[in-house]
């Protein structure tokens, strides 16, 4: 019943940034932990970032850590991903993932441990 959709994907040049956006359809409760991910042709789906609820802890994978950063809207219902150094090997399709929790502090890594999905956003970067 809570669908996602993904947005602000395009063509970057190698050193630019993007954000990206997540909206859910509803407004979500504090205990939500939200995630990105991302795949390229060909590859497998990897993790990129991930928040919890309340908003302090956040985790990023060794590939963007340092770049990246994951965030939260005060509503709660939006979830962005702004990517700072673009790299060609950023190019692939990112998703949004959400999931219920009872722990504010619980997200994870894991793409089979989120419940609900958007439907990707293209991220390409030009060298």
């Known amino acids: 019943q809570v669908q996602l959709v993904e947005s602000g994907g395009g063509l970057v040049q190698a050193g630019g940034s993007l954000r990206l956006s997540c909206a859910a359809s509803?407004?979500?409760?504090?205990?939500?932990?939200w995630a990105w991910f991302r795949q390229a042709p060909g590859k497998e789906r990897e993790f990129v970032a991930a928040i919890s609820w309340s908003g302090g802890a956040t985790n990023y994978a060794a590939s963007v850590s340092g770049r990246s950063t994951i965030s939260r809207d005060d509503g709660k219902k939006t979830v962005y991903l702004e990517m700072n150094n673009l790299k060609p090997e950023d190019t692939a399709v990112y998703y949004c993932?959400?999931?219920?929790?009872?722990?504010?502090?619980?997200?994870?890594?894991?793409?089979?441990?989120?419940?609900?999905w958007g439907q990707g956003t293209q991220v390409t970067v030009s060298s």
């Open positions: 509803k407004r979500t409760s504090n205990n939500v932990a």
């Open positions: 993932a959400l999931k219920v929790v009872l722990n504010p502090q619980l997200s994870s890594n894991v793409a089979n441990w989120y419940a609900y």
